[in-house]
């Protein structure tokens, strides 16, 4: 089954989820970014302390040899977050001074006429590694020097600063929510004191809603629902005129029918009681055409909002409601008649109207003709389709035309 949502959370979900995102998608560049100006912070400081063991590589003649103070070597240890470690290797003496372990660059082809840096790992922990070359005048070998660090201050570093970036943002996504529900609810009381101001009118109440303290974005709703009071008004108004209607065509025949009633009531014998029937069939009659009449006048108002137009075959439809009428054109002699195309003409419109409304044009041919007389009922195909129902009445005066 299908949940109503609520609107603050479906409005909460649509600015805070994406919000949210935006701050993820900040918090990854961000960490690029922060880790590439670490990298270049601390990887300088790599390089200055590569550099200040070049100052202690001595040629003497023509053998390379490391003289390193034990100052030099306080400078590497001095650090209570990270492990410096060391390593001077030559082309020909191999290594010179430091930790044999620290890492090399593994490419063959390496690119000597820069520094190179690299990842990799010593003793289980992952340091940051630098290594230089150099070529003393003295002597033709090739000297290495290779520094490496842990990382300890660059992750804490990363955390201090992604911390410094990403707590003012949450704190902003939550402040923003929390703005965002206040400003929803006092937003939304309009339409909390609109649904009470509906809630507690009477059902008989249908007027329109006023909109003065409505907003523009519902106003279309509430337009909406006074268009339909609007109609709801029409259809009661149309359903009350019927009424009344029905009530005054009815008054009179059955009035009439009460006293024909009375009347045979108070003859002896059947022979005085004869025309007091005739004149209460006569009576039963009208009152049934009158029925018949508002009941095609009931159905003519578009109470329930209009018809549904569907295909309807007006051949089959006439040719069926001709044949419902012969018995009574046989009571005057009269010939009824159906002319039509053999093959089937399809029309939109509502079955049940088109029968009503031939069956009162037939009713009233065959009610105001001459006995013995004829009636052709006919259909044309073209140019439009045309019903057209013709006698040899006395048809409708020129003064009354203008009624019809």
Known sequence: MHKNRSLKTEMLFRLVIPLIFFVIIDAVLSYFVTLHYVD??????????????TQEIKVREGKVFVELPAAALEIFKWDEQDKTYFKITSSEQEMLAGDNLVPEPLDPETDWSHPV???????????????????????????????????????????????????PQIVLILLTSIFLLTGLKKGLKPLHLLANQIAQRSSHDLSPIPETHVFLEVRTLTDTINELLEAHTQAIATQQRF?????????????????????????????????????????????????????????????SGGYELLPVDLCKLVRQTCMDWVPKALQRNMELS???????????????????????????????GYDNGNIVVKIHRYPVPCLTIEDDGPGIPDNEMDKI
């Open 338 to 368: 159906f002319e039509s195309p053999e093959a089937a003409l399809y029309v939109q419109g509502d079955e049940i109207l088109l029968r009503e409304l031939l069956a009162n044009l037939l009713d009233n041919a065959i009610s105001y």
């Open 243 to 303: 009424i009344a209607n029905a009530a005054h065509q009815l008054r009179t025949p059955l009035a009439g029918l009460k006293l024909q009633a009375e009347r045979a009531l108070r003859e002896q014998d059947l022979s005085g009681m004869k025309p007091a029937l005739q004149q209460i069939q006569n009576s039963a009659d009208r009152m049934s055409h009158l029925t018949t009449q508002l009941l095609v006048l009931a159905r003519s108002e578009p109470i």
């Open 40 to 53: 270049e912070a601390y990887d300088r400081w790599l390089l200055d302390s590569a550099r200040s063991l």
């Open 117 to 167: 840096y690299f990842n990799d790992k010593m003793y289980g922990e992952s340091v940051r590694v630098v290594s230089m070359l150099i070529t003393p005048d003295q002597t033709p070998e090739r000297i290495f020097v290779h520094v490496a660090e842990t990382l300890n201050k660059r992750r804490a570093m990363m955390t201090d600063i992604l911390l410094a970036d990403m707590i």
